[in-house]
T-cell receptor
Framework: GEDVEQSLFLSVREGDSSVINCTYT??????LYWYKQEPGAGLQLLTYIFSNMDMKQDQRLTVLLNKKDKHLSLRIADTQTGDSAIYFC?????????FGTGTRLKVLA | EAGVVQSPRYKIIEKKQPVAFWCNPI?????LYWYLQNLGQGPELLIR????????DSQLPKDRFSAERLKGVDSTLKIQPAELGDSAVYLC??????????????FGPGTRLTVL
C-alpha cells in the first residue's frame, strides 16, 4: 500500500535544531514536499526537493533525501516558537500527492 | 496575488442534512483538488479536476458525495446526506497542472465540518 510514515510528535527547546523524518514508498516520486499546517489553517508549502538531489538548503531549512532508503528529513535551524505546527511530507507521482500523517512540533520557550 | 479561497470556514449541521463547500482556485491554475483531512491525519485526495473534467474521482464516495467545476474555475463539493463520520476538514488545492514540471499544489484554509 501507499504509506508515508512520520513520527507523531517532536519537542525541542527554542534555539535548538529540529529534525523531522519521513519515510516514503514510491521510488518514482519526482518531487518530495514539506508542508506546514498551523491550527485552523490550510497547508503552507515550506520547501521541496527534486528526486535527483540529496540535499537542499533554504534559509533555516535543510532537506536531506536518501533515495536508497526512501528517507526524507527536514531540519529547522534555530527553531522558534512560531515554528510550532504540524509538518507534513508528501511524495508525488504524476499529479497525485500522498501525505504522511504529520509530525506535531512543539517548541518550548 | 490571492490564494485559494474556500467558504464557509466552518459548518455545523445535523446528520442526514445536505452541505456544500465552495472553492475558488488561484487564477490561472487549471488543476483543482478536493482533499479530506481527518483529525490527526494527512490530507487524502477525493477528486482532481483538469479544467472542468474530473480526471480522478476514484476516492470520492459517490453514493453521497458529488462535485462540480462547471466553468473550469471555481468548484463545489456536496455531501447529501451527511453522516457523523463525515466530520472533518475539507481542503481545496490548486496547481498549474503541468505534468512535466514541478506541479506544486497550493492549499486553501479548509472548511471544518461538524456533523451532529
Amino acid at each position: 500500500g501507499e504509506d508515508v510514515e512520520q513520527s507523531l510528535f517532536l519537542s525541542v527547546r527554542e534555539g535548538d535544531s529540529s529534525v523531522i523524518n519521513c519515510t516514503y514508498t514510491d521510488s518514482s516520486s519526482t518531487y518530495l514536499y514539506w508542508y506546514k499546517q498551523e491550527p485552523g489553517a490550510g497547508l503552507q508549502l515550506l520547501t521541496y526537493i527534486f528526486s535527483n538531489m540529496d540535499m537542499k538548503q533554504d534559509q533555516r531549512l535543510t532537506v536531506l533525501l536518501n533515495k536508497k532508503d526512501k528517507h526524507l528529513s527536514l531540519r529547522i535551524a534555530d527553531t522558534q516558537t512560531g515554528d510550532s505546527a504540524i509538518y507534513f511530507c508528501a511524495e508525488t507521482g504524476t499529479y497525485k500527492y500522498i501525505f504522511g500523517t504529520g509530525t506535531r512540533l512543539k517548541v518550548l520557550a | 496575488e490571492a490564494g485559494v479561497v474556500q467558504s464557509p470556514r466552518y459548518k455545523i449541521i445535523e446528520k442526514k442534512q445536505p452541505v456544500a463547500f465552495w472553492c475558488n482556485p488561484i487564477s490561472g491554475h487549471n488543476t483543482l483538488y478536493w482533499y479530506l483531512q481527518n483529525l490527526g491525519q494527512g490530507p487524502e485526495l477525493l477528486i482532481r479536476y483538469e479544467n472542468e473534467e474530473a480526471v480522478d474521482d476514484s476516492q470520492l464516495p459517490k453514493d453521497r458525495f458529488s462535485a462540480e467545476r462547471l466553468k473550469g474555475v471555481d468548484s463545489t463539493l456536496k455531501i447529501q446526506p451527511a453522516e457523523l463520520g463525515d466530520s472533518a476538514v475539507y481542503l481545496c488545492a490548486s496547481s498549474l497542472g503541468d505534468p512535466f514540471q514541478k506541479d506544486t499544489q497550493y492549499f486553501g484554509p479548509g472548511t471544518r465540518l461538524t456533523v451532529l
